[in-house]
């Protein structure tokens, strides 16, 4: 079973930036598609953004466009989510998502927490002066 680990959370100050890594734990991982969601405490999980992981098209929520960026490097499996004008609202746990089953049936699709198979552990993000 692939892992997926992610990396890079902490505290920041509003205004600051980030960079989130997914690392999966075996080499040619080849999924359809991946994903960052997040949960802030007390409220559900959220699509925050996703990735055609061979076509390189994005996804990404309302509220982060212009100051999150998703991206990934295909030769070592890895997942990065760039965070930038960070808001204390932004403060939640990240998880990394991965869908190797079933292609997308639709773009939609890659906001809907069921399309994934694959769910890391999640690295926390504190933002606060």
């Known amino acids: 079973q692939v892992q997926l680990v992610e990396s890079g959370g902490g505290l920041v100050q509003p205004g600051g930036s980030l960079r989130l890594s997914c690392t999966a734990s075996t080499h040619n991982f080849n999924p359809y598609y991946m994903g960052w969601f997040r949960q802030a405490p007390g409220k559900e999980r959220e699509f925050v953004a996703a990735?055609?992981?061979?076509?390189?098209?994005?996804r990404v929520r309302d509220s982060v466009k212009g100051r999150f960026t998703i991206s990934r490097d295909n030769a070592v499996s890895t997942l990065d989510l760039h965070l930038h004008s960070l808001r204390s609202e932004d403060t939640a746990a990240y998880y990394c998502a991965a869908g190797t089953i079933i292609p997308p049936l639709a773009p939609a699709a890659l906001e809907v927490e069921r399309t994934y198979n694959l769910w890391g552990r999640g690295t926390h993000v504190t933002v606060s002066s």
């Open positions: 990735i055609n992981w061979g076509s390189g098209g994005t």
